[in-house]
Each structure stands twice: as C-alpha cells, then as structure tokens.
C-alpha cells in the first residue's frame, strides 16, 4: 500500500511516532506534507499544487528523469560500500568533478552527508593541520549571525539566539556581530567598518591567536545578507598576514544558486577549504563535499597518529548520493544554469524591487535566484508567507526576512509568477 493512499492515516503516524527536527514538540501539526512533484511544483497529500520557491536544496527541480534514472540504475548495480574500507568508482568521479570547479590549489575532495558534517570536517582538519605543523590554534572566528550546521560544534560556531546550548563550547568561538543593518550591508561604506571588525576579532585574544574564520559569502539562515564587494578579497589578505585559514561555508550558496558556480568566484580569492552540499545533487541524495588544498592534505602524512584524517561516516560518498551529483553536474553544464540563475535572478530581483517600502518591505536584495525581501516586522514576514501559500507559493522565512529561492530551472514565467504572487499577497496582508 502507498503510504500516501491514507491522508488522515498519514498524518496520524507522523503526529504520533515522528520527532520533526527543528519543530517544538508542543507545536499543532500544520506543516505541509508533501507526497510528489515536477519541475518547480509541489503537490501536497491533500492534492493542493504549490510553486515551490522555498527550497535552496532544489536546484533543478522535481523528478527530473536524468536524476532519477542515474540514482536508479546504480541502485540496480551497486548502491555503495563504506569508504573506509573500500572504494567505488563515482566517488572518485564526483571528488574530480568537484575539483574541476574550484581554483586549482583546492584539488583534494573530502565527501559528507550534509553541510553539517562538511563544517564539522573542516574545522577538524584545520585544527589536525595547524597541529601537525607544530602551531596548535583553536580559537575560531565566524559571524555572529553565520549558520553552519546543528551538531555541538557546528552549532557553536553560530551566535544565533536558536542554536544556543547548555554545554562548553568544543573550541573557543569569537562571534563577530554584523556592524551594521542587514540592508546596509552591502553598500561600500560597510566594507571597511567589517574588515576592521574582523582586524578586532583576530586580535581579541593575543594569547590565542586564531585557527580559522569560517563565513559563508552570502548569510543564509542569518536572513539573505550580501557582503559588501572586496570583503572576501579583504579577509583573505587578513588572514594571509596573521596565518588565519580561510574556511568558505558555500552550502547553501554553491552550484550556481547565487549566479556563480561559488559565490566567493565573485572575487579573486582562494579559500584554504570550501564546503558545499545542498545543490551538489539538488537535494535527491544526502551530499557534501569538503575541498581542500593539495597542501594541507599532504601535510596531514606527518600526523604521528594515523598519517591520516579520523573522520568518516558509513555513508560518506554513498553511491547513490554520487550518482546524483554526477547527474545534477551534468546537467548544470548543459543546460547553463548557473548563468540562467545570474539572469533569472537579477530579473526576479527587478520585479521584486517594485514592492519595496510596501507591505512593510525594507529592503530586497539578492544574488542570483536567492532573493531576500526584508520586513519592518517579524509578523509582516510571517503573514505574507501565509497569503503566498494560499495563492499557491511556497517562499522561505528566517524572522523578518523572506526568501524567494525558485528552481535554477525555472524560466521567465516561473519568474512572473513569483512576482504576481507575491504582489497579490502583500494586497492580502496589508
Ligand atoms: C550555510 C549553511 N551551512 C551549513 C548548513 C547545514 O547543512 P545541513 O543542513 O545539510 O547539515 C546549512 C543548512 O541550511 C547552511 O545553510
């Protein structure tokens, strides 16, 4: 029997024996749930059709049949081995492939299952190498408000007021808030007054001089924030003068969502490592990957220990989940997405700018197809995503920031649409 046959049946299982993540327990069951889609649409068990610009995981949309066929063919072949023991061939092949899309100095793949673990990993190897090299640091430097994950060290990387934890932190963290508003972010003014909060946190602690700084280059959970031009550009100077590494968190950025490959591509900079996960295989398989300099992993046969990073999971570079990144990598090339994301994106950005200073709206801004719509009030934010979703569109929230995030498959109507909708549903809301 499908399990989707049953809708009240359905819901009462995952009312009764499903712990949701991120929800509280106390919480009425009212989420959507969700039983098939095509392209950039989204049904739900109870039949109802959604547009789904929610999802920076979606990168090519629902049930694309070359996706689905590489994942089921290599099921009927081989669905995978435990790396640690064995290897398998598209492991290989997603590690090069990856490769083949970042400066050349980060040649070394290291593969996950989430952008949690990717994070993890690389503040591990960060850590082991600074120690191999006889220059143990510890202390790390990330945004007050970054996201990089939810496990114990992840989470504390993070200053976010949800992702607090009673326990000591595993490593010391110096959390730089942002100077500045969200909107003011991007303007050149900022640049100078972020690098010299960065300067004032490298310098916080004389006796702990920092590991690494881990951001991402546009702040996701953080609520859609641009970095002003020349702030990577800026970090990595600083971080070459004080023997910082520099850790780029490209999780939910990578893979042409902000109209580059990788976002940091948008400046002139070589990161140490790069994590990135959500559109490697456009979320149809758990993956991430971890790219390293070629000299930092070479550095790692001097650990006295094993010669060798201790980290792995049973599933790390599963078969599956490579199968569809090889797919997804495929298919970004041919159909040019990251491009159509870069040109859809600024037109999604223009439509979306004739609403600012309506409905509350304070600020749109955005790179690529992940724009962000900022309200003066949480409540403003929450009520325009419910109106949305009446009118049959799914958009993101994070407090009071909105995110319209489409399918880098989408085309222009899918673009019209978003924009109609959501005009139609500040009308609703004021
Ligand atoms: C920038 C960033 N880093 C890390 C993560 C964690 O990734 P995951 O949820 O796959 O563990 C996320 C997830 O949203 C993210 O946006």
């Known amino acids: 029997m499908n399990p989707a046959d049953d809708p009240e049946a359905a819901r009462r299982r995952d009312r009764d024996h499903l712990w949701h993540i991120w929800s509280p327990v106390t919480a009425p069951m009212t989420r959507r749930m969700l039983v098939q ?117 992840a989470r504390s990387l993070s200053g976010l007021p949800h992702l607090a ?12 808030p942002l100077p500045t508003s969200a909107r003011d972010m991007r303007r050149p003014e900022t640049l100078r007054p972020l690098l010299d ?11 702990s001089p920092p590991l690494a700084v881990v951001i991402e280059p546009l702040l996701n959970v953080g609520g859609g924030v641009v970095l002003p031009d020349g702030f990577l550009a800026g970090l990595r100077e600083l971080c070459d003068t004080n023997g910082v590494l520099l850790i780029i968190d490209e999780v939910s950025t990578g893979y042409g969502r902000t109209g580059r490959m990788f976002a940091f591509q948008r400046e002139n900079v070589v990161p140490d490592i790069v994590v990135s996960s959500k559109g490697l295989a456009s979320g149809y398989a758990p993956i991430a ?21 201790r980290f792995g999971q049973t599933t790390s570079g599963h078969a599956l989940a490579a199968a569809a990144a090889l797919a997804t990598l495929d298919l970004l090339d041919r159909e040019n997405l990251v491009e159509r994301s870069d040109q859809l994106g600024g037109l999604l950005l223009r439509k979306l700018e004739a609403f600012l200073r309506t409905g509350g709206i304070t600020d749109v801004r955005g790179l690529g197809l992940f724009v962000s719509l900022e309200f003066a009030e949480e409540a403003e934010a929450v009520h325009l995503v419910a109106a949305a979703e009446e009118n049959g569109l799914l958009l993101r929230r994070q407090g009071r ?21 959501i005009g139609k549903a500040l009308e609703v809301a004021a």
């Open 289 to 309: 990957a971890v790219s390293v300099r070629e000299t930092i992993y070479k550095a790692f046969a001097d650990d006295e220990y094993l010669g060798g990073l």
């Open 37 to 153: 889609g095509t392209g950039p649409y989204v049904t739900d068990i109870e039949g109802r059709e959604y547009l789904d610009a929610s999802s920076l995981n979606l990168t090519c949309g629902y049930a694309l049949p070359e996706i689905a066929q590489a994942i089921g063919e290599q099921a009927s072949r081989f669905h995978g081995y435990d790396l640690s023991v064995a290897t398998h061939v598209l492991a290989g092949a997603v590690a090069q492939r990856v490769a083949a899309l970042m400066p050349p100095e980060l040649s070394r793949t290291l593969l996950t299952n989430s952008g949690t673990e990717g994070c993890e990993a690389a503040v591990l190897i960060a850590a082991m190498y600074a120690r191999i090299r006889g220059t143990p640091r510890t202390r790390l430097v990330t945004f007050d408000s970054g996201y990089h994950g939810s496990t114990v060290l």
């Open 197 to 207: 909060s960065m300067r004032r946190a490298f310098a916080e602690d004389p006796d």
């Open 401 to 421: 920031v909105v995110m319209a995030v489409p399918p880098l498959t989408s085309d222009e109507t899918v673009v019209q649409s978003i924009a109609e909708t």
């Open 165 to 176: 934890h009673p326990f000591q932190e595993p490593l010391p963290v110096t959390r730089v």
